[in-house]
């Protein structure tokens, strides 16, 4: 799988059945909604069934080069001209990758909440950062 048509693909794992989680796509390419494939024959794209979470293999095996489908951004599907454009890609990313909490465990007991939240600022806005201490360990 890649995430447009074209670019190094990443081999993911499939489950039992030979499906596809969903999940285990949007966690290497977040956002995705989908996958697609260009026939070898007729050379035309084709979509990949989502049933029940799943992505189901097409008629003819898993054998082809797939791509990511994502959802429509500003209400523009994804055409030639914005491929070529990075800022694209960074405007997509930036709708799917806002988080609205996150919680990091394993922190060195000396790290202060001033500092947590100036590493993570690297990543985006930080609009609280708070650690939690158990009083007796």
């Not at 494939?37 to 189901?56: C, N």
């Not at 791509?67 to 599907?77: I, T």
């Not at 100036?118 to 939690?132: E, T």
Request: proline fraction near 4%.
């Amino acid at each position: 799988v890649s995430e447009d048509e074209g670019e190094d693909i990443i081999e993911v794992p499939m489950e039992n059945d030979s499906t596809l989680l969903l999940s285990t796509l949007s966690a290497q390419f977040p956002g995705a909604c989908g996958l697609k494939y260009r026939h070898p024959e007729s050379k035309a794209l084709r979509g990949v069934r989502l049933l029940e979470e799943r992505l189901v293999s097409p008629d003819e095996g898993w054998d082809f080069d797939f791509f990511c489908s994502f959802p429509k951004v500003d209400g523009k599907r994804k055409s030639s001209d914005l491929l070529e454009s990075s800022t694209y890609k960074t405007k997509r990313l930036e709708v799917f990758r806002k988080c609205s909490d996150l919680i990091v465990l394993g922190l060195p007991w000396k790290t202060t909440e001033d500092e947590l939240r100036d590493h993570f600022s690297m990543y985006g806005q930080v609009l609280m950062a708070q650690i939690k201490k158990d009083i007796k360990t």
